[in-house]
């Protein structure tokens, strides 16, 4: 089973610029954890995200036509500001490890949010999400 913890932070977060000095040690500790995680054989990727002043979204309208959006997003309240991608055995493990994943912002209220990826299985026999990637 896969999993994305995805980090989430205000809009008005990213106003600030990128982490300074102050993060450093939260900088170390979530390195450390990603090592644990690492070593257990469970991280598969991870990673903070730029600001969405660096991004875009694409919006599909019902008539076919395709609009570019570029950040940053006044609209929005809440953005993804990074993630981690674990490989586990069961929903329990998952919930241990996200239990010990590290405050990811030193000031304020933050969360985390943990979604389980589809896999090939979950579409039934000759389900197969291979016909997605080709």
């Not at 994305?4 to 106003?15: D, L």
């Not at 900088?27 to 730029?50: K, S, T, W």
Request: aromatic share 10%; glycine share 12%; hydrophobic share 40%.
């Amino acid at each position: 089973m896969r999993f994305m913890i995805q980090v989430r932070t205000p809009a008005s977060g990213e106003e600030a610029g990128p982490p300074g000095p102050a993060y450093a040690a939260l900088f170390e500790e979530m390195g450390a954890f990603h090592d644990e995680m690492a070593r257990a054989g469970v991280l598969l990727d991870g990673a903070g995200l730029r600001p969405s002043r660096d991004g875009w979204r694409q919006r599909y309208h019902a008539n076919g036509a395709v609009e570019r959006i570029d950040g940053p997003f006044a609209e929005t309240k809440e953005l993804i500001a990074g993630y981690t991608l674990i490989q586990v055995r069961s929903v329990e493990e998952a919930r241990a490890w996200a239990s010990r994943f590290p405050k990811p912002f030193i000031d304020g209220d933050c969360e985390i949010e943990v979604r389980r990826l589809y896999e090939d299985a979950d579409f039934g026999p000759g389900g197969d999400m291979e016909i997605c990637r080709a």
